[in-house]
Each structure stands twice: as C-alpha cells, then as structure tokens.
C-alpha cells in the first residue's frame, strides 16, 4: 500500500509538471523556450535559422524555438490557434496583414508591454504602417518588395544598359525599345520575366500604377475602387510587353527563368537577391527604375507580433519584446537574404552598407504598401486573388475595360465575403 502510495505522488508530481502554467521553469530549472511561429522557408529559412540560434546563443536566458508553418497556411493556422487558445507566444507577420489578423484575435500593443521602445531607429513610414488606431501593434523587422534583376550578359549592347552595364532605359519606352533589341538579338530569350497569373503579377501593376499617382483600391467594404486613367496606362504598358512576345505567360518562377539564363530581366522580389546571386554571377539587382516618374515600387514589411491570449503571461511578453529587439538589431545578417533592415541605424551600418544587398536600402522610405483594411486577404492579398484574376483577364483580353475588370472582380470578392 504504501509502495502504491509513493508511485502515485511520484506520477502526480510528474502530471503537475508537465501541466504546469506555461512560462514557468521546468523541473530540471531550465527556462522554457519562447515558442516563435514563422513561415520562411528555403532560402529565407536558412537565414531565420541562423538568426535565430546566434540568439539562442548570446541570449541563453532568453530561449526561442521557432516553429516553421507554411506560408500559404499560416493565417489559417493563426485564426485557429486564435479559437483553441493555443497561441505562439511571438509570431512574424505582414505587415499588411495586421488589420485582417484583428478580425479574428488582438495584437498586445508594443508600448503596453515596453513602454520605452525606441520607435525613433525606424522611418516614420515604417512606423505608420503598423499603427491601427494610435497603436503600433508590432515591432517592424523588415522593408521587402518588388525589384528588377538583369543579366548583363543578355542585355549588353542594348539600349537598356551603358557600356559598363549599368541601367539607363528609365522611361517605359526606352525600357519597351531595348527588351525589342534583346529579342532580336537572342530569339529563344524573353526579354522579361514576371510571374503570371500570380498574387507576384499585381505587385508589378501597383508599382505602376503608383508611379502614374494611381492612389485609390479598395473601398471600406472591401471592394475595389481604381483610379481609371493610371491603372488603364499601367495595364496598356504590361500588355503591349505581352503582346508583342517580351514576356512568357502562364507561368509561375520568374526566378527559374533567369537561372536557366532563358530571360534577360525579372522583375521579381528582394528574397531571390541571395538565390539569383548563388547561380548567375553576371546579375544585376536595382530597384524598380522610376518608368512613370515617381521612384515608388510595391512592398510590405514582415513585422514581430505579440498575440494576446486568453492566459497573460507578462514575463514571457517581455521576453518575446526583448527578442523582438535583438532581431531588429542584428538585422544585419537578415539582409543576407534580400530583405531591408527596418532600423534605420542598421541600414546605416558599414556591417549592411557593405552587403550588396543595401542596393534594395532605397524601398524602406520609397514603397507603397497595400492599403489597411480588414478585407485585404480576400480582395488582394491572398494568391491568385480577385484582383489577381482581374488583371489576367484585361491582359488576356477576357474583358476590355478597367471598369469592366473592376466589377467581375467584385463579383468575386462579394462571393467570398
């Protein structure tokens, strides 16, 4: 009986332990790691798992384990963690997708849990685009948007470079002009390369159409609304490149086509840089040339969230901030993988300045950045999204106005709400 009694207080005990609150030491007096749900992968992983052990390393009082979810699951994953309770005490985000993450479970505000954050390292675009009603709801890590690469193999003695290989064609008509000179002279080559039809193909038309002073997209009931005159010249530009041969469709890696050296220019996204760099020693990477004038280009930040749970656990949201800090500081080394630092004090860092990286540096303070709203998932963001599909059809000639364009993907955006 009492040998009974012993083995039942020793499994109590054990049951007691593993149940424990989360955040508290484990028996064996070792912290619990914060648990930092993320979404990058391949190349981008690589370079998240190093940031992140190098923490672990310098900063043993302050564990992480990060836990990769696949991106095209993540905000599922997130709204269902949201419903069980069952959230990461940290968490990386979009920054665009911070207003649809409220519909479904609230963001602790940074300042609640470290009222002295220092807001002042980052630019003031940067720190707008994660406020929501007065609050900045995450600590920004990362500027990331749509850039051109080019081989200068491809492209020299044309029009589009100089005798160095430097980029001069900087108005669409020039740009038209030497993407014909490349086909005449390498016939089996695309000029140009853009993902389509794909979420990518959008972020190329809004870089456009921002740089024509395009401003409006979608409405407070989620629906699109477009300045007509921009959008329609933004859309004439991308389908005179199509028709005339310049550039594949149908297809979906950009990426692959400039490694397989089967075309000349990409407009594609900074997170290749690293990729691109590793295969074709004779690419060039700049942002977005100003074709229209304006020298803005699509882009977005991945940002640091704190999600708030049912159970408040005020010393692991200290430690999550701390964390947050840390990677912010050392954004350094995630420039290895395209991505601007946030911080402007790493962006003007010799550590980062000498990365050729820092070529993408101009996209922190020159990026357009969808709109805030709660509908952004359904409407635009998520992949092969209504106005995705929408921007396929008026190229492909399925509809042949903007205005028509912008009501069938309505249509589609009412049916999902």
Same mark, same amino acid.
């Given at each position: 009986?009492?040998?009974?009694?012993?083995?039942?207080?020793?499994?109590?005990?054990?049951?007691?332990?593993?149940?424990?609150?989360?955040?508290?030491?484990?028996?064996?007096?070792?912290?619990?790691?914060?648990?930092?749900?993320?979404?990058?992968?391949?190349?981008?992983?690589?370079?998240?798992?190093?940031?992140?052990?190098?923490?672990?390393?310098?900063?043993?009082?302050?564990? @992480?384990?990060?836990?990769?979810?696949?991106?095209?699951?993540?905000?599922?994953?997130?709204?269902?963690?949201?419903?069980?309770?069952?959230?990461?005490?940290?968490?990386?985000?979009?920054?665009?997708?911070? !207003?649809?993450?409220?519909?479904?479970?609230?963001?602790?505000?940074?300042?609640?849990?470290?009222?002295?954050?220092?807001?002042?390292?980052?630019?003031?675009?940067?720190?707008?685009?994660?406020? +929501?009603?007065?609050?900045?709801?995450?600590?920004?890590?990362?500027?990331?948007?749509?850039?051109?690469?080019?081989?200068?193999?491809?492209?020299?003695?044309? !029009?589009? @470079?100089?005798?160095?290989?430097?980029?001069?064609?900087?108005?669409?008509?020039?740009?038209?002009?030497?993407?014909?000179?490349?086909?005449?002279?390498?016939?089996?080559?695309?000029?140009?390369?853009?993902?389509?039809?794909?979420?990518?193909?959008?972020?190329?038309?809004?870089?456009?159409?921002?740089? &024509?002073?395009?401003?409006?997209?979608?409405?407070?009931?989620?629906?699109?609304?477009?300045?007509?005159?921009?959008?329609?010249?933004?859309?004439?530009?991308?389908?005179?490149?199509?028709?005339?041969?310049?550039?594949?469709?149908?297809?979906?890696?950009?990426?692959?086509?400039?490694?397989?050296?089967?075309?000349?220019?990409?407009?594609?996204?900074?997170?290749? #840089?690293?990729?691109?760099?590793?295969?074709?020693?004779?690419?060039?990477?700049?942002?977005?040339?100003?074709?229209?004038?304006?020298?803005?280009?699509?882009?977005?930040?991945? @940002?640091?969230?704190?999600?708030?749970?049912?159970?408040?656990?005020?010393?692991?949201?200290?430690?999550?901030?701390?964390?947050?800090?840390?990677?912010?500081?050392?954004?350094?080394?995630?420039?290895?993988?395209?991505? @601007?630092? #946030? !911080?402007?004090?790493?962006?003007? !860092?010799?550590?980062?300045?000498?990365?050729?990286?820092?070529?993408?540096?101009?996209?922190?303070?020159?990026?357009?950045?969808?709109?805030?709203?709660?509908? &952004?998932?359904?409407?635009?963001?998520?992949? &092969?999204?209504?106005?995705?599909?929408?921007?396929?059809?008026?190229?492909?000639?399925?509809?042949?106005?903007?205005?028509?364009?912008?009501?069938?993907?309505?249509?589609? +955006?009412?049916?999902?709400?």
């Amino acid at each position: 009986m009492k040998k009974n009694l012993i083995i039942f207080l020793l499994v109590l005990s054990v049951f007691a332990v593993s149940c424990g609150k989360k955040g508290e030491a484990t028996s064996t007096g070792k912290i619990e790691p914060l648990e930092y749900w993320t979404f990058f992968s391949g190349g981008d992983g690589e370079f998240m798992t190093e940031l992140v052990n190098k923490h672990n390393e310098q900063n043993p009082e302050n564990p @992480v384990k990060p836990i990769i979810i696949d991106w095209g699951t993540y905000y599922t994953k997130l709204s269902t963690a949201y419903l069980g309770g069952e959230l990461p005490d940290i968490g990386t985000a979009h920054q665009h997708m911070l !207003s649809s993450i409220l519909t479904f479970g609230d963001l602790i505000p940074i300042d609640s849990i470290e009222p002295n954050f220092d807001w002042s390292q980052y630019p003031n675009i940067t720190v707008d685009n994660i406020t +929501i009603d007065g609050s900045p709801l995450a600590v920004p890590f990362d500027t990331h948007g749509f850039v051109m690469y080019y081989n200068t193999d491809l492209v020299s003695g044309t !029009s589009l @470079v100089d005798a160095d290989g430097n980029w001069i064609a900087d108005t669409w008509e020039q740009f038209e002009i030497g993407l014909g000179e490349v086909k005449a002279k390498y016939p089996d080559v695309y000029p140009l390369t853009m993902n389509n039809p794909d979420t990518a193909f959008q972020w190329v038309w809004y870089s456009l159409y921002n740089q &024509l002073g395009g401003k409006k997209l979608i409405t407070e009931d989620g629906l699109l609304e477009v300045d007509i005159e921009p959008a329609k010249k933004a859309l004439d530009a991308l389908k005179s490149v199509y028709d005339k041969g310049y550039s594949p469709k149908g297809h979906m890696s950009s990426l692959d086509f400039m490694k397989e050296g089967k075309a000349a220019v990409a407009f594609e996204g900074v997170w290749v #840089a690293g990729a691109l760099r590793q295969t074709l020693p004779n690419v060039k990477a700049i942002t977005m040339p100003a074709f229209f004038g304006k020298d803005v280009a699509w882009g977005t930040g991945h @940002v640091l969230i704190i999600p708030q749970g049912k159970n408040i656990d005020e010393a692991k949201q200290k430690r999550a901030v701390a964390f947050a800090q840390w990677m912010v500081e050392n954004g350094a080394l995630w420039a290895n993988a395209g991505h @601007v630092p #946030a !911080s402007s004090v790493v962006q003007n !860092s010799e550590e980062y300045k000498s990365n050729p990286n820092s070529v993408f540096q101009p996209l922190a303070v020159n990026v357009v950045a969808w709109p805030k709203s709660k509908y &952004l998932d359904i409407a635009i963001a998520g992949q &092969l999204s209504p106005l995705a599909n929408s921007l396929d059809q008026y190229l492909n000639g399925s509809v042949a106005t903007v205005e028509e364009m912008i009501e069938k993907a309505n249509e589609e +955006i009412s049916y999902k709400k």
